[in-house]
């Protein structure tokens, strides 16, 4: 009897053995198809460059995250703009056309909500109750957590990669594909061949159907991984109800401003008044409608200069000085990888450049500038 019962249990415990290997196989088959790679891109580079360059027409809704490396301090007066590449930006986006679209930053202290609604933009700051209409087109803003979602970001890398002059040698290569949120990727890699830029590659990812750019990846020269990813959580590539894009109203608890950009830029010329020359660095300034501040460089070598009015220009510098390194007797440098930052002091301004390009182009400007 011993012996049978032994012969008995043994074969009890193979059969549970061998159930409990088919749940366990069963059980995982939903995570191995979430985690199996994407197959390898079937199209070719110029397929897939025009087809996300063309994506501007597809409509979605869904829930994005950016997530920023870079060691950049808070500069006043600009910290919600250093806070989108040194940290995590929640957003939620819904997408009809260029000229009817919202992204929702989330923040713990609550969100702001941008609304564009044909030529105006409407921005809902629900912490402060402040609801601001903007008309006409911006030529000149700040950066925001809008032009980090994937669609917006990727197709303005994509742009900056093709505008720079003829046989300038930038390189495109299909990446293997990537799963994103549930969706099978194809992607793309930009490498500039742009002098003075500090960028080794974007990789970009997008929906094979449409080209609708899904992540966006910025990797360093000299790094290994990257710096700077946004990427859709979630994703339907269905237009947004209507409801979901008309912004609120202006009602009781409720402030209300209505601007247009000339009022923007004529304050902009106001508060930053000082002469920018029409070269620097070695690259030509671009035409901007605002005096106080310029663009020089082409695709992705390019960074700004602007002119910063006294306290504010002042505790920028500081902050620029004691995170960085001197580039002079009034100068100062942060480099962080990706994004260089400098600023000078002269006069009773100072001028704040910035750009993703190396730290001796902007210590080059920098000299000029002093």
């Not at 919202?102 to 921005?123: H, K, P, S």
């Not at 209505?258 to 920018?276: E, Y």
């Amino acid at each position: 009897m011993g012996a049978r019962g032994t012969v008995v249990s043994s074969q009890a415990r193979r059969r549970w053995l061998v159930v409990l290997v088919a749940v366990v196989l069963l059980g995982s088959v939903p995570v191995l198809l979430a985690l199996r790679p994407a197959g390898a891109g079937t199209m070719d580079p110029g397929t897939l460059r025009a087809r996300m360059a063309g994506s501007g027409g597809q409509a979605f809704h869904g829930y994005a995250q950016s997530n920023g490396l870079l060691p950049v301090p808070a500069l006043p007066g600009l910290s919600d703009v250093t806070s989108l590449v040194s940290g995590v930006t929640e957003m939620r986006t819904w997408y009809a056309s260029a000229e009817r679209w919202r992204v929702d930053v989330v923040r713990g202290a609550g969100e702001t909500d941008l609304y564009q609604v044909g030529d105006a933009q409407v921005v809902w700051e629900s912490a402060a109750g402040q609801l601001t209409r903007i008309v006409g087109a911006q030529p000149v803003r700040l950066p925001r957590g809008a032009d980090l979602t994937p669609p917006v970001l990727g197709a303005r890398l994509l742009a900056l990669a093709t505008e720079e002059a003829p046989g300038a040698g930038d390189r495109f290569e299909v990446l293997r594909g990537k799963r994103v949120a549930g969706i099978d990727a194809v992607g793309l890699r930009i490498v500039p061949a742009t002098v003075g830029t500090t960028v080794a590659y974007v990789d970009v990812w997008a929906e094979p159907g449409t080209g609708l750019p899904l992540q966006v990846e910025i990797t360093a020269r000299g790094g290994s991984r990257p710096v700077f990813v946004t990427r859709f959580l979630e994703v339907d590539l269905s237009a947004p109800e209507d409801s979901v894009l008309t912004p609120p109203v202006p009602g009781p608890g409720v402030g209300s401003v209505v601007t247009d950009t000339s009022d923007l830029l004529a304050a902009a010329n106001r508060l930053g008044r000082g002469w920018l020359p029409e070269r620097l660095g070695g690259f030509e300034r671009q035409d901007t409608p605002v005096a106080a501040a310029g663009v020089y460089g082409t695709g992705l070598a390019r960074f700004v200069v602007a002119r910063l009015p006294g306290g504010a220009g002042n505790r920028a510098y500081e902050q620029v000085r004691t995170f960085g390194t001197p580039a002079g007797d009034d100068a100062a440098v942060l480099p962080t990888g990706l994004l260089t930052v400098g600023a000078v002091r002269a006069g009773r301004g100072v001028y704040l450049i910035a750009g993703l390009v190396e730290p001796a182009v902007i210590e080059r400007v920098a000299r000029e500038l002093s």
